[in-house]
């Protein structure tokens, strides 16, 4: 493994670490991120959470994702996913797909 192999695993497990943060902080009222991994040369995030009232742990996967910069400002934007349920899948598609959000600026910084 080539050093920069190690440099982009050592980000993507960083990055993982603050996905998994921010998504405990923003939704912990529906439960509790238990593992996320980033692959941030396939441009791909996968979270698995155990939310309140369900026996299971729920995995949803953003298959892919853009950055883009405008105005100096870094954003997300937000393409295919799949999830663990299908209604999940059918949800997130109709939320979230081609939706920009502008990145916190503790991911920024990692990217």
Same mark, same amino acid.
């Given at each position: 493994?080539? +050093?920069?192999?190690?440099?982009?695993?050592?980000?993507?497990?960083?990055?993982?670490?603050?996905?998994?943060?921010?998504?405990?902080?923003?939704?912990? %009222?529906?439960?509790?991120? #238990?593992?996320?991994?980033? %692959? $941030?040369?396939?441009?791909?995030?996968? +979270? #698995?959470?155990?939310?309140?009232?369900?026996?299971?742990?729920?995995?949803?996967?953003?298959?892919?994702? *853009? +950055? *883009? $910069?405008?105005?100096?400002?870094?954003?997300?934007?937000?393409?295919?996913?799949?999830?663990?349920?299908?209604?999940?899948?059918?949800?997130?598609?109709?939320?979230? $797909? %081609?939706?920009?959000?502008? +990145?916190?600026?503790?991911?920024?910084?990692?990217?």
């Amino acid at each position: 493994m080539g +050093l920069a192999n190690i440099a982009r695993t050592i980000k993507d497990h960083t990055l993982a670490l603050s996905f998994k943060t921010l998504f405990n902080e923003r939704f912990g %009222d529906f439960g509790r991120a #238990t593992e996320c991994q980033v %692959d $941030t040369r396939i441009s791909r995030i996968s +979270l #698995t959470a155990l939310m309140h009232g369900e026996r299971e742990p729920v995995t949803a996967v953003l298959e892919h994702y *853009e +950055l *883009e $910069t405008i105005g100096g400002e870094r954003y997300i934007v937000l393409h295919r996913f799949s999830s663990s349920k299908q209604w999940i899948d059918r949800l997130l598609a109709r939320l979230f $797909t %081609d939706k920009r959000y502008k +990145l916190p600026t503790a991911i920024d910084r990692l990217l």
